[in-house]
């Protein structure tokens, strides 16, 4: 068959030629990129470092001061149980503890005889070090818990910020991510090497911006978690991007192009998408720096720059791999083609919705506003080690203080007293209802300890009735701080701040929306449909984690959590409404038929949405595997609002949307039309 030349498009076009004829160079800077910064991040090592201060709020003033006031370095605490009785095991314990006293970087160890429960039978050390957490050398810190653990018969549990280091371990999450989507892309392309493609790109993406991150973390306040959000994020744009790049390859190689005309219409077509897709995508997550939140700022911008990794390894490094195993993959589409027709099945689907638009819009309205509900009950908080997996030496220790000491004490408030009397503040606190305990002031410092858990909501509206009924009432200034201030001051934070944060991000979209399809509809229902699928994921989140659906321990959900899905998952969405909507508007613009518009986009674009967004489901969802309960939450939130875009949303509502509106769906007023910039996802030509 005689194959088809055009001429060379746009900016992108021109950019996959270069990729080609210098493919070996190309490929070669990307894997220098990728070993230099691996290399590098190996011998500087990391200093990620978790910062969730709120400058301005109460909980925060409370933090300063004690700072201010106690000495810096890490701490840990030694809980030990004996039935017996501690006493009876004075001779283990005291050997323990002389050891624990001469390991490098400790520099005091409180006696646990001291600090018993009632019983006798539980008690706990305190162990202050010369260094905060990071600055410890991990192997220093397993020494001590060695060391820790030899108290003879006594039951032995570690608890504190030095322990939570080195027991973070990571589940599989990240190769069964990437194993299940090399199985799909196996599924839909019926070939190895054109399934590795999307996935190879992906893993220099996300490789070569963690060995980045790693580095800059020495410069910059980067969170703990973040390393993992990035490969959550990175590994499922990165493969859905490089798998729109050659799906448009492989449509464009059975249109009778040859290779490289076809790598370069597809750059030019699909790859305008992925630019504008991941624009949109780094624009909702810089949107998070409108929050003034300081420890979400690192994270905003390291996630922001795997996606800008991932988009330039889709239009650099992709071109240069279809151009070295070229022959092989146009091999393969070709013996595959013949044997399905993709686009029959969504060519289907898109006459029924469009023949009765209303059921299949009123049932996808229904599901999403439905699993949206529950969101307005949801609970934000911090994790503690209540939530840490059941064997964990962190959670027994939680456990056994709980059990000694009462449910409040391992989040105690601390309140403090700025011009009044510590004394009274104390006398007041220990007859409060709510308090098990308060322990003497020590300086303008009273620790009360409630009778609730720190995740239990009790807790929680306790420190609402201190600072707005109890504290009002004496003669003074006092502020209540600890963890759960902390989350109460945060989730106000946040409400106070969202507002804008929406604004931003919605605002910014829609406005680019707008410029390239010269509409001011669909902008607007994809800003609506979208913040619907966020409403929904957050329902199922509050179900699953907050209400305990389907096994999962209930509490709250970590504070930040939403914001950060609510950015990520606004900006995937546009992903979809890129994807598809331009299929649409190239038909439309070639045709002038809307009906033909939307069954066109809807065949051409179907089994990659859909197959990209089960890509999606199965890397995100993988993270419900990670022992990280907060990853956990990212994961389910990140999975179950791809799952309504891919499946409800881009197959009814929006096929639905389209065929109600018709025509009117691409209209835009003269005088804005002239006023607004140029920006064509689609060549010209």
């Known amino acids: 068959m005689d194959t088809i030349t055009r001429p060379a498009g746009g900016r992108l076009a021109r950019l996959a030629g270069w990729a080609q004829h210098h493919r070996w160079l190309a490929v070669a800077l990307w894997a220098l990129l990728l070993i230099g910064v691996t290399f590098t991040s190996r011998l500087a090592g990391d200093a990620f470092h978790d910062d969730n201060s709120l ?58 005889f001291e600090t018993l429960s009632r ?149 030019d077509t699909a790859g305008r998408s992925v630019l504008f897709a991941g624009t949109t995508v780094i624009i909702a997550l810089l949107g998070l720096l409108a929050l003034g939140l300081g420890g979400l700022r690192g994270v905003a911008v390291a996630v922001a720059l795997t996606v800008l990794m991932t988009m330039l390894a889709s239009v650099t490094l992709l071109p240069a791999l279809l151009s070295l195993f070229g022959k092989r993959l146009e091999r393969g589409i070709r013996r595959h083609a013949a044997k399905r027709d993709h686009g029959r099945a969504w060519r289907r689907l898109a006459d029924g919705v469009q023949r009765r638009p209303l059921a299949p ?97 009790a807790t929680a509206e306790l420190v609402t009735r201190l600072r707005t009924e109890v504290l009002p009432t004496l003669p003074g200034h006092y502020l209540v701080g600890g963890s759960v201030a902390a989350a109460t001051d945060f989730a106000g934070a946040v409400a106070d701040r969202l507002p804008l944060f929406v604004l931003v991000v919605v605002g910014l979209s829609a406005l680019l929306l707008m410029v390239v399809f010269r509409s001011i509809l669909i902008p607007l229902k994809a800003a609506l449909l979208n913040l619907l699928s966020i409403g929904a994921s957050l329902g199922v989140m509050t179900l699953v984690f907050g209400d305990g659906w389907f096994g999962a321990q209930p509490g709250p959900i970590e504070a930040f959590v939403p914001v950060m899905i609510f950015a990520i998952v606004f900006g995937l969405s546009m992903d979809y409404e890129v994807f598809l909507v331009s299929r649409m508007h190239e038909e439309w613009r070639r045709t002038g038929d809307a009906r033909l518009a939307v069954r066109e986009g809807l065949a051409s674009t179907g ?71 140029h920006v064509a996802l689609e060549p010209t030509s």
Request: hydrophobic share 50%; net charge negative; aromatic share 6%.
């Open 55 to 112: 400058p301005g709020t109460e909980s925060q003033q409370v933090l300063d001061l004690l700072e201010n006031t106690a000495q810096s370095g890490a701490s840990a605490q030694i809980v030990l149980k004996a039935g017996t009785g501690l006493a009876a095991n004075r001779a283990p314990i005291e050997t323990m503890l002389t050891e624990v006293r001469s390991l490098p970087h400790v520099r005091s160890v409180t006696e646990p």
């Open 119 to 267: 019983d006798g039978r539980i008690g706990y050390a305190t162990v202050t070090f010369d260094a905060v957490s990071t600055d410890l050398p991990y192997d220093d810190i397993v020494m001590f818990a060695d060391t820790a653990k030899r108290a003879g018969p006594v039951q032995v549990a570690l608890a504190g910020d030095p322990i939570e280091r080195i027991s973070e371990s990571g589940g599989p999450a990240e190769g069964v991510g990437l194993l299940a989507a090399l199985v799909i892309l196996v599924f839909l392309f019926r070939s190895l090497l054109a399934a590795g493609l999307p996935v190879i790109t992906a893993v220099f993406a996300v490789g070569s911006t963690l060995g980045v991150i790693t580095v800059v973390s020495h410069y910059v306040d980067i969170a703990s978690y973040t390393s993992p959000l990035m490969m959550l994020v990175g590994f499922g744009v990165g493969v859905d991007y490089a798998l729109l790049i050659f799906s448009r390859y492989r449509t464009e190689i059975l249109a009778g192009l040859d290779r490289d005309a076809a790598a370069r219409r597809a750059l």
């Open 607 to 677: 089994a990659v949405i859909t197959a990209a967004g089960a890509i999606m489901v199965l890397v995100f969802g993988a993270f419900l595997l990670d022992p990280s309960r907060m990853l956990a939450q990212f994961g389910l939130g990140l999975a179950v609002a791809v799952l309504l875009d891919a499946l409800v949303i881009r197959c009814l509502i929006v096929p639905a949307i389209m065929r109600l509106l018709g025509a009117r769906a691409w209209w835009l007023p003269r005088w804005l039309d002239r006023r607004l910039p």
């Open 361 to 457: 819009l009123a049932i996808g309205l229904i599901v999403l506003i439905g699993l949206s509900i529950p969101a307005a009950g949801m609970r934000l908080g911090f994790a503690d080690a209540s939530t840490d997996p059941a064997g964990s030496t962190t959670r027994q220790a939680y456990d056994l203080l709980a059990e000694g000491f009462g449910p409040g004490f391992s989040g105690p408030l601390a309140v403090v007293s700025v011009d009044g009397d510590a004394v009274a503040l104390h006398q007041r606190l220990a007859s409060t209802p709510g308090i098990a305990r308060a322990l003497a002031p020590m300086g303008r410092t009273v620790l009360a300890f409630p009778t609730t858990s720190p995740q239990d909501e």
